[in-house]
T-cell receptor, first 106, second 115 residues
Framework: DINLTQSPSSLSTSVGDRVTITCQASQDISTYLNWYQQKPGKAPRLLIYDASTLETGVPSRFSGSGSGTDFIFTIDSLQPEDIAIYYC?????????FGQGTRLDI | QVQLVQSGAEVKKPGASVTVSCKVSGYSLTELSMHWVRQAPGKGLEWMGGFDPEDGEAVYAESLQGRVTMTEDTSTDTAYMQLSSLRSEDTAVYFCTRGMPFDFWGQGTLITVSS
């Protein structure tokens, strides 16, 4: 199975900050990587797919990059509504594992 | 618009089985694979399984093999996930989601396993 390691596991932030989360895969997954946001009591929301493509309707302050084993997720100018847990997920092959999540706090 | 609506919360005893349904609208089940993801209280997301778009066969997480069965009724556009031999560690919120990528999700169904 492909393992995804997110870093950091939690991050204390402030409104306006630039936030960067990394996701490292245990083997080459090309760009088969998605990023999701999850708020308490809610289903996850797709933000980025194919490593860098912004899902329709997602604000442009969110972005993703990377390929192979190393990926970066960025929020430019954090907004209060961005406080959530963020997960990466690969789909190179089954099982489609998720990273352990990164919790953002203010 | 696309919607995935799941069945309601259930409480089950250890050893029992549970079936969660996911009724879709705004698209057809035949268009995209359905997957199931669960989340134990305070924990991360766990992919349980889904349908392989290549052959339409269900594939399951190895940790659930033999206990989970995913089916689809294309006549009613409803997907089902059955989990048997329930244990306390199966207590979780279960989500259906279409993919890949997982762009639309059900609201989640809390399954509590308790004696």
């Amino acid at each position: 199975d492909i393992n995804l390691t997110q870093s950091p596991s939690s991050l204390s932030t402030s409104v306006g900050d630039r936030v960067t989360i990394t996701c490292q895969a245990s083997q080459d997954i090309s760009t088969y990587l998605n990023w999701y946001q999850q708020k308490p009591g809610k289903a996850p929301r797709l933000l980025i797919y194919d490593a860098s493509t912004l899902e329709t309707g997602v604000p442009s302050r969110f972005s993703g990059s990377g390929s192979g084993t190393d990926f970066i997720f960025t929020i430019d100018s954090l907004q209060p509504e961005d406080i959530a847990i963020y997960y990466c997920q690969h789909y190179e092959n089954v099982p489609y594992t998720f990273g352990q999540g990164t919790r953002l706090d203010i | 618009q696309v919607q995935l609506v799941q069945s309601g919360a259930e409480v089950k005893k250890p050893g029992a089985s549970v079936t969660v349904s996911c009724k879709v609208s705004g698209y057809s089940l035949t268009e995209l694979s359905m997957h199931w993801v669960r989340q134990a209280p305070g924990k991360g997301l766990e992919w349980m399984g889904g349908f392989d778009p290549e052959d339409g066969e269900a594939v399951y997480a190895e940790s659930l093999q033999g206990r989970v069965t995913m089916t689809e009724d294309t006549s009613t556009d409803t997907a089902y996930m059955q989990l048997s031999s329930l244990r306390s560690e199966d207590t979780a919120v279960y989500f259906c989601t279409r993919g890949m990528p997982f762009d639309f999700w059900g609201q989640g169904t809390l399954i509590t396993v308790s004696s």
